[in-house]
């Protein structure tokens, strides 16, 4: 689902939760318009599913739990997550997420990447990381994170990637 309201008007994150499927995962909301300097999207995890480790190389991310909770892995050990936990991730944080017994809805909030353009490319990181957006490699049926950049189904169930 995308931001169905112009700028400013607000969207409530209950009433998407709320009216999403009960087995629905992955992005339930995301923020459009051309005009946006932010990303955002919505998220939802099953019970016990989790979001391998990854880090962002170019991008602090906000995340802001919603319902549920869980726990974040960061090198600098678990932090329990429930909700209106809010956690700030200075781009490079290695991170992986995991959702707790009641699931876990979380709103990312970051700087929204450029558009591809013609031109020079940009160097390449001396580190690896992953996008800010991971959505593409996490399975709708069962929450998996794909470690395979070019993987098109899930690995624990088979289910086919979102593109």
Do not use: Q
């Amino acid at each position: 689902m995308t931001h169905p309201h112009p700028a400013g008007v607000p969207t409530d994150l209950d009433t998407v939760i709320a009216e999403a499927p009960a087995d629905a995962t992955g992005a339930l909301w995301r923020l459009t318009g051309a005009g946006r300097a932010l990303d955002s999207n919505l998220i939802r995890l099953r019970p016990g599913t989790a979001i391998a480790d990854h880090a962002e190389p170019l991008l602090d991310v906000l995340l802001l739990v919603v319902s549920g909770g869980g726990r974040l892995d960061t090198p600098d050990g678990t932090h329990p997550l429930r909700a209106h936990s809010a956690c700030w991730l200075p781009r490079g944080t290695r991170r992986s997420l995991t959702a707790g017994p009641d699931g876990l809805a979380y709103l990312t909030v970051h700087t929204r990447r450029p558009g591809l353009g013609i031109g020079p490319a940009a160097p390449t990181p001396a580190e690896g990381g992953e996008p800010a957006c991971l959505l593409h490699r996490v399975c709708p049926a069962c929450g998996r994170l794909a470690t395979d950049t070019a993987a098109r189904y899930c690995s624990r169930c088979g289910t086919e990637l979102p593109e």
